[in-house]
Each structure stands twice: as C-alpha cells, then as structure tokens.
C-alpha cells in the first residue's frame, strides 16, 4: 500500500515517539488488545502503522482507519540554552548622582544580583506571551514551530559566573538542523528583540544603577545546550595535548 509521504510527515511531526495512546477498540480477529488500554509510541512505518508497547507488555501495532484509539501527545520536556550574560552599572558618587564612566560588574558580584536581574526579566514579559512566550514572534511554519511550545528568558548562576537561560518546552525531539534554527532565533532575540530592550533598562541597586546583557559582541558569547557548555564531549584529534595522555616530568616521558 502506497502512503502519500507529506501525509507521513505530518502525522509523525504531530505524534512523535512517547506519545500515549488510548484504545477503543482492536480488529484483530484472534488476539485483541482489550479496549481502554494504554500504551505508548514507539514508532510510526512506512505505511502508517503505529507501533506501540502497551503497559500490559503487548506490542500490537495499529492501523488508522481500521482500529478506533486516541492519540495523546506527549508532555513537553524542558529543553535549557545557555548564554554567557554581563553586567554593567554605573556609580553614585558622594553626592548621589550617577557617574558617567560605565563599568563592567565582576563575575562573583554579578552572580550576587542574579535574583534581582531574574525579577527584571519577569517584568519585562508581556501577557500576550502567556502562552507561547517568545515564540509568538517565530514566523516559520517548519519543525521548530511545532516542536517548541514556548521560550522564556531567565538567569542561573553556574561555575560562579552569571548566565542567560533559554527555557524551553519542548515536544519530541529536534534534529541538529532544527537546533541550529532555534539557536539563530534566540541569537537573534538575545541581541536585536527581547535582549535589546531589556538591556536599555535599568535595575536599579544600592550603589548606582545595573544594565544586564543577554548577548554581547565578544567572540567568547555563543549559545548552547547545557551539554554543550558544561559537559562537552571531547572529539579524539580536535585538540592534540589533550590526546596525547602519556605522562610527562621534567621533560621526560615516562614509560
């Protein structure tokens, strides 16, 4: 049987691995799944089955059209993007008023502020975001449209530095391609959307008033996932100290 391939798609982008499943009803002739079952997806064929572990262990696909089930997409997960964020302010001097010379927050005050800037964020939200936060303003209608529910702007403190989160819901998986589209549309709404506004804010503190930057022009500003940033995986040959493990003293190799 011959299934048209944009229909295909479209149905495994609106019901990806994990979704559960309610039974109505089975035709199976011999061995039937008894209806109001559950079950989960493990995949959708070629030619349109869906296969699926029912909590009962049994692993009897269905066929649209032939068995009566209900679908339930799954849950959204939390997907986190990290940014290096800085901090900026300016100073009163003895007379109250704000110095002219901007300056750069160090790291460990940075991160001592970090409640106060996540509450700046808060309020900087809009209620038409409620829902989908700034994914309202995504204007393509591809995969990562579907997948991601909703991104929000928000701020954690790891390895004693401050850094901007992008938190998103998620529902199934991105592939790399579709990443790297999200990661260009946060860029973008870290340094010419969401970001630019909120950095013309000021947050004020008990010595001046504090600017915080979601992005930055530094070449060592980049977006990524938090096993990108924090937990990389080390690529044999992509750095040759690091390959070479014999051990050394003195000049010496050892062994």
Same mark, same amino acid.
């Given at each position: 049987m011959k299934i048209d391939q944009n229909w295909l798609k479209f149905i495994r982008e609106q019901y990806p691995q994990g979704s559960r499943i309610r039974l109505r009803e089975m035709r199976d002739p011999y061995n039937p799944v008894e209806?109001? @079952?559950m079950g989960t997806l493990n995949f959708i064929d070629d030619i349109g089955t869906f296969h699926y572990t029912w909590d009962n262990g049994r692993t009897?696909?269905?066929? &649209?059209?032939?068995?009566?089930?209900?679908?339930?997409?799954p849950e959204p997960t939390l997907l986190k993007l990290y940014m290096p964020m800085t901090v900026t302010y300016y100073e009163r001097n003895e007379y109250g008023d704000l110095e002219n010379d901007e300056l750069t927050m160090d790291d460990r005050t940075a991160t001592s502020?970090?409640? @106060? $800037?996540?509450g700046? $964020?808060?309020l900087e939200r809009r209620p038409e975001e409620a829902e989908r936060g700034l994914m309202k303003y995504y204007s393509e209608h591809d995969g990562v449209e579907q997948k991601v529910r909703s991104f929000q702007f928000a701020v954690e403190t790891r390895d004693g530095k401050l850094w901007g989160v992008a938190e998103c819901r998620v529902v199934g998986t991105l592939t790399p391609e579709e990443l790297s589209v999200l990661k260009d549309y946060m860029s973008g709404q870290a340094s010419d959307g969401f970001g630019e506004g909120f950095e013309q804010h000021a947050i004020k503190f008990s010595d001046g008033e &504090?600017?915080?930057h979601l992005w930055s022009c530094?070449?060592?500003?980049? $977006? +990524? @996932?938090? +096993?990108e940033q924090f937990s990389p995986v080390?690529?044999?040959g992509s750095d040759p100290k690091a390959d070479d +493990?014999?051990?050394?003293?003195g000049g010496m190799t050892l062994g």
């Open positions: 209806p109001g @079952t009897l696909g269905l066929v &649209m059209g032939e068995d009566s089930f209900s679908v339930l997409p502020y970090a409640n @106060t $800037i996540a700046a $964020i808060l &504090m600017y915080a530094n070449n060592n500003w980049s $977006i +990524q @996932t938090e +096993q080390h690529v044999p +493990q014999t051990p050394q003293m």
